[in-house]
């Protein structure tokens, strides 16, 4: 915003001092042309200033448009997806199955391509380590042959089985074994300790 003391310095002779009334009537038409000057200035930046906010709502407005056209086709795609989710479902009762059995998998420690190979059907023969959320902790397989099945108990679901057997019961007697070696190691120390009198 234009300042008008910093660029108005008016000029008042020594002369005109000595006169009251036309001091006074020099100001007055002073500040009447700046005032005049200050409304037309003004008057043109408001103009810019319309001119360009009107180019700023137009880009606002587009850029609305934008965005809601983009959210639309977004939300079509969104429930063509959980159409073609839902029919698949439907159709391969098992689908939803399999996608839980591919994330475990990956939990347990397998990776992409061997959790691709046991969703297909085909057995994988694994060594290494495998996690288990269940007892927090990783237990090491030597050759071990593992393939998706369904469950003993419930048809309707899938497990994974290692050399024939459920892994959530071969996790279980893996722990079992591992606190039973940490037991027996324990107990003759805790029989030695004491003071022989």
């Known amino acids: 915003m234009w300042d008008r003391k910093a660029d108005f310095i008016p000029f008042k002779p020594p002369f005109i001092r000595c006169f009251g ?10 500040e009447q042309d700046f005032g005049v000057y200050q409304y037309h200035h ?39 997806l959980k159409a073609i989710i839902l029919k698949a ?19 347990v420690g397998f990776n992409e391509r061997q959790t691709a190979t046991l969703i297909s059907g085909k ?27 369904k469950d003993p108990i419930d048809k309707s679901k899938l497990a994974l089985a290692i050399n024939g057997q459920p892994i959530g019961e071969w996790f279980k007697e893996q722990f079992d074994r591992l606190f039973s070696s940490i037991r027996r190691t324990v107990e003759p120390l805790r029989r030695g300790k004491g003071i022989g009198l």
């Open 21 to 30: 009334i036309e001091l006074r009537y020099a100001d007055r038409k002073r």
């Open 42 to 80: 003004h008057a043109a930046l408001r103009e810019g200033d319309k001119q360009e906010t009107r180019k700023r709502h137009i880009r606002f407005r587009e850029h609305r448009r934008e965005m809601s056209d983009k959210e639309a086709k977004h939300q079509k795609e969104v429930s063509f």
């Open 89 to 107: 479902k439907k159709w391969f009762p098992l689908f939803q199955e399999l996608v839980y059995m591919e994330r475990f998998c990956l939990k």
């Open 123 to 149: 057995p994988l023969f694994y060594e290494g380590e495998l996690y288990s959320e269940e007892h927090r902790r990783k237990f090491i397989t030597e050759r071990a042959g593992f393939q998706v099945v």
